[in-house]
């Protein structure tokens, strides 16, 4: 079993910062890319940013220069720092990871945590 937990979410005036977190736990095999989506009110999921496992990154061009994405691979872990909010980043934010388990580790499948709530005040 597999688990992606977020943290990190919450309220800030626009301007400010946050930081999101996310662990994968579970039986994991081998963890290829991670990554970050959002999904605002009444809009469809859109990526926020992506990491590879050789640490290749890519991001949405709404949040260049002001988003960052990090993974520790020893931990598990991908971090979304995130400076210079706008209301319009208002979302629920949700992790990813695309990875194999040790019970089908030449299979390839892609979790998600269970989002948490970005909110940005104006």
């Known amino acids: 079993q597999v688990q992606l937990v977020e943290s990190g979410g919450g309220l800030v005036q626009a301007g400010g910062s946050l930081r999101l977190s996310c662990v994968v736990s579970g039986n994991i095999f081998s963890i290829n890319g991670m990554g970050w989506y959002r999904q605002a009110p009444g809009k469809q999921r859109e990526l926020v940013a992506t990491s590879t496992s050789a640490g290749s990154t890519n991001y949405a061009d709404s949040v260049k220069g002001r988003f960052t994405i990090s993974r520790d691979n020893a931990k598990n872990t991908v971090s979304l720092q995130m400076n210079s909010l706008k209301p319009e980043d208002t979302a629920v934010y949700y992790c990813?990871?695309?990875?194999?388990?040790?019970?089908?580790?030449?299979?390839?499948?892609?979790?998600w945590g269970q989002g948490t709530q970005v909110t940005v005040s104006s």
């Open positions: 990813n990871a695309d990875l194999s388990t040790v019970t089908a580790t030449g299979v390839t499948y892609r979790y």
